[in-house]
């Protein structure tokens, strides 16, 4: 097991610099699957409930990465498979059938039920598309049953959450309105701010998928102009595409320049001049670099070391390079969308090493060996690799915090700086 | 097919990995898809591991399905064995594994490893559970190492007293303490001194810091402690059976507890009882004073806990030695007893009868709860869900059992079992509580003004549920902020809006900042804008 190949170069614009190196590494991942993404869609709507159907250690794995159990009655679950639906689809059909009513008279407020698939259903080839649609045809239209597979064997970690707004795309409406859409979950806090700055460059209507109320989704067609928020949104993309919709390409809102580069990219679409878009952008740019100019006086000159994990990497190290000064030593991600990565690819030094999938032994015996100033990782490698003295930065937090926009390029670089800040704060002599 | 939010225990296979992470020197090659790697995490953050459980995962995907999974699995072996070279080789399966049917264990059979031991692991992911995983695991990994030792059938028992004809001190085997196991860690450093006051040695404790080496002189003992027999009980069973040794069953925690586990252990190695084990006509014995708690218990401070109504709930052998200690060391009623032990179920009826309750043996929480909820407990001692529960219901709460939360890996140490365990559990479970005087005080002023509703005690555990406020009032008038002297700053409706997405608990420190930016600022109005103004100021 094992592998790595250099799979290719990459030209940078600059035909002179030498390009990105790009490996591809298999072996064993040390990466969450999609079901984490659970965790961050259902606080972003509420009315809807999310059902794994799968396995104890599916139910485990939602509960372990949630990390604390904080509600009284969360908005998910696992249908967990015993061997007597194992042993026959029909019984295994007619118990979720009961399961889901059970659930439902019991969370009368729940209008959108996900069935999630997992690596187990998706195995016996439970068929989850066909139990939304006798669901549905069961609820008539009480509640709207959609499903999709967050497995292992099928999506990392942020890939669950392009998977389950791949199942609403369908249900979004046809409309030839104009229209600016921002794909990806948001905190509420800043989709708010994001809006408003839109509507200051003259765009008057921005939607959101996800939606924060489940019912309400957006419309799509032609006049609607798509703009990921986040890098690892590719097959709803390409269904957004395929409604109509014109999908923007830029480099993804965090820190000052990707979001300035994000939102005038918006704005482009919808041709505002750009003397407006600076007017509006380059006094948050400013003050977004004075927010930065602290931690990056920590970071500038570190060497960083990503593992492949949330599928932000890629974004990140291109903000903790250019706007905060870090080396970088090699960069991981868990697949390589170069369709929607190409302006963060355009945008990374010449030389950067960029590894896709991963063999962790291997992996770590690079960051043993490259002794880099701070590593972004999963929760499982962090505190081994503090106790060999490494800082490490745990890239669940990057995908539950509020980093996008120019607001929160202080806050993004803080996460960072504070690993080392931490470091040098202790002291037991 | 059965709906779970929350879970008390996780799949076979992570209590197969707790015996391996428990241990120096043994591997685990789990054949299992991406994801599963999560469990790491268990280890690393709850109990604070400095290195990964020694793991290797599969961590196959579709697109390997189609292919030759078997290889993959031959290869993650091979390259395992050759990286961490271990004394001993677990071969497991988690869930999805099972369904494809590989069969790693024969897999691995057929490979040349250099001779290590392999032991193949079956843990039926879709009817068993972690703890029942952990046992079989302990049970096969030590009957793999011990097959060629076990004597011939018919061959007389070894005398557990053979050590007095063999001219040395007798010695126990300590069976069961894992990670993610509660406070095992520190009970094995207590119960290890306890055994030593009375010249008994501990030949192994396993499988917490044991090699596969250790487990081989397992039989070199004189007979086995099962510290914790959700994990201990099938391999000391198994022992008792093919090698003939005799097997602690008592938990010694608790005061009782402890000295019945001390005379068991005494009566089992032939070892006369000293004076201070015996006991005396009021049923006590000398040696309960080591520990604090029969005098704290019986001081008059400790009047008020008579009667406290209590709810316990947790792994059997915790549930079971908390009804005990609560009902006759603390005079405390208990109102309600469960595990989610369903292997051990039947001891926790047993326990529960004795105190004129009906044991509630469930793996649902809500069910656990509802069960809480009826009972009216004044005191719940439980698990982390447990400890949500009461928090939700404005009960007091120690925790006693795993499941874990990194809380309750402490870095002191914090034992449960022998007399400071029973030390540490006056204080956990007490101190939860109104002291006595602070009761009495507290029903005293409870009309006087100063006396805010809802004051338990000084630990925040048993606060009431907390009141959020809302931003419901904020959205009509502009609030004036108060700064005396200055002029006064208000707040937009939007600038307002803006602060109450702030959390909770930050909220007026961002308040006060931003009004002190306003003011420096000569600001007479703080909107959003100013707030982000404000807030890219302040940053660090």
Known sequence: ?????????????????????????????????????????HRRMPDAFFLVVGSRTCAHLVQSAAGVMIFAEP?????????????????????????????????????????????PSEVIKLDLAKAAERLNTQLAGRVMVLNYSGSGIETTFTQGEDQALLAMVPLMPSSEVDQLLIVGTLADAVEDRLVQLFGRLGIP????????????????????????????????ARALVSRGGQLLTAPYPFGVEGSRAWMAAGAAAFGVAPALVAEVLDPLVERGQRAIAPHRELLAGKRLFLLPDSQLELSLARFLQRECGMELVEVGTPYLDRQLLDAELALLPPGTRITEGQDVERQLERVRAERPDLVVCGLGLANPLEAEGIATKWSIELVFSPIHGCDQAGDLAELFARSLRRRAALSFS | MELTLWTYEGPPHVGAMRIAASMEGVHYVLHAPQGDTY?????????????????????????????????LVKSSIAAAVERFQPEALLVGESCTA???????????????????????????????????????????????????????????????????????????????????????????????????????????????????????????????VSLYPELAGPVCSWLERSFGMQMVKTVPIGIGATAAFLRELHGVLGLELPAELETAADGTCAAERRSRLPWYSRSVDSTYLTGKRVFIF??????????????????????????????????????????????????????????????????????????????????????????????????????????????????SWVHPL?????????????????????????????????????????????????IPGDGVIV??????????????????????????????????????????????????
């Open chain 1, 75 to 119: 908005r998910f679950g696992t249908a967990i498979l015993g061997e007597r639906d194992l042993a026959g689809l029909a019984d295994a059909n007619d118990e979720l059938d009961r399961l889901v009513k059970d659930l439902l008279e019991r969370r009368p407020e729940i209008r959108t039920l996900f069935l999630v698939g997992s690596c």
């Open chain 2, 314 to 427: 947790g792994d059997a052998t915790h549930a079971i030695a908390a009804a005990r200690i609560a009902s006759r060391e603390l005079g405390f009623k208990v109102v309600g007893l469960g595990s989610y032990s369903r292997e051990q179920a039947r001891e926790v009826r047993a326990a529960a009868q004795e105190l004129g309750l009906e044991a509630l043996i469930s793996d649902d929480y809500l069910a656990v709860e509802a069960a809480m909820a009826e009972a009216a407990p004044e005191l719940v001692l439980g698990t982390q869900m447990e400890r949500h529960s009461a928090k939700r219901l404005g009960i007091p709460c120690a925790v006693i059992s795993s499941p874990l939360h990194v809380q309750d890996v402490p870095a002191r140490t914090s034992p449960q079992m022998g007399w400071e365990g029973a030390n540490v559990i006056f204080d």
């Open chain 2, 98 to 224: 099972e369904l494809i049917q590989d069969q790693p264990g024969s897999l691995a059979a057929t490979m040349d490893l250099g001779g290590i031991p392999v032991v193949s692991l079956e843990l039926p992911a879709y009817s068993k559970k972690e703890n029942w995983g952990g046992a079989e695991t302990l049970y096969q990994l030590v009957r793999g190492l011990l097959k060629a030792q076990v004597p011939p059938p018919g061959e007389p028992k070894p005398d557990p007293t053979r050590w007095r004809a063999e001219g040395r001190r007798p010695r126990v085997n300590l069976l069961g303490p894992s990670l993610l196991g509660f406070r095992c860690r520190d009970d094995v450093r207590e119960i290890s001194q306890l055994l030593a006051g009375y010249g008994i040695d501990v030949a192994v404790v396993a499988p917490l810091g044991a090699r596969p080496a250790d487990l081989m002189r397992i039989p070199t003992a004189d007979a086995n």
């Open chain 2, 434 to 482: 109104m002291m006595g005087l602070e009761e009495h005080l507290i029903g005293m002023f409870r009309h006087d003004f100063e006396f805010v509703d809802g004051h338990l005690s000084h630990l925040e555990g048993a606060s009431a549920p907390a009141k959020h406020p809302t931003a419901t009032a904020t959205a009509t008038a502009p609030a004036p902020a108060s």
């Open chain 2, 491 to 540: 707040w937009s409706p939007d600038g307002e809006a803006e602060l109450a997405k702030i959390p909770f608990f930050v909220r007026g420190k961002v308040r006060k900042n931003t009004e002190a930016y306003a003011r420096e600022q000569g600001l007479a109005l703080i909107d959003s804008e100013a707030l982000y103004e404000a807030k890219a100021h302040f940053a660090p």
């Open chain 2, 39 to 71: 469990a790491d995490l268990l280890f690393t953050m709850i109990e604070r591991r400095d290195r990964r459980p020694p793991v290797t995962y599969t961590t196959f995907q579709a697109r390997d399905l189609g292919g030759d999974t078997a290889e």
């Open chain 1, 1 to 41: 097991m094992g592998a790595s190949s250099v799979i290719g170069d990459m030209t940078t614009g600059l035909a002179e610099q030498p390009p990105l190196q790009l490996f591809k590494e298999s072996g064993q991942r040390e990466v969450f699957c999609g079901l984490t993404s659970i965790v961050w869609l």
């Open chain 1, 205 to 236: 209507v921005v939607t959101s998928l996800p939606p924060r109320r489940s019912t309400e989704l957006p419309p799509i067609g032609p006049g609607t102009r798509v703009l990921l928020a986040q890098p690892f949104l590719s097959a709803t």
